[in-house]
Nanobody, 115 residues
């Protein structure tokens, strides 16, 4: 079992920045994939950025150049630095971890980009 605790969401103006954090209850080294998805109102959940065991870091095309995923192995924590935020980035952001074929999700954190 892997528990994920997210923090860092909120309201920001277009062009602003936010940093999300996701702390895992297990060692990152035991987790195959870990990163972030998002779900906007009325839309399907989609990948934002993730560390994978085979392909390294992957990003959705819509966030490339604006978002950066990073991690602190000692803290078992993954971060998502979001810059140049746009209204279309508004969504609930979920931390995801995949280990031994099982998917784990955080509770979600709301990010709202609005003036």
């Amino acid at each position: 079992q892997v528990q994920l605790v997210e923090s860092g969401g909120g309201l920001v103006q277009p062009g602003g920045s936010l940093r999300l954090s996701c702390a895992a209850s297990a060692s990152i080294f035991s987790i195959n994939t870990m990163g972030w998805y998002r779900q906007a109102l009325g839309k399907q959940r989609e990948l934002v950025a993730e560390f994978t065991s085979g392909a390294g870091k992957i990003y959705a095309d819509s966030v490339k150049g604006r978002f950066t995923i990073s991690r602190d192995n000692a803290k078992n924590t993954v971060y998502l630095q979001m810059n140049s935020l746009k209204p279309e980035d508004t969504a609930v952001y979920y931390c995801h971890a995949g280990r031994w074929g099982v998917n784990y999700w955080g509770q979600g954190t709301q990010v709202t980009v609005s003036s």
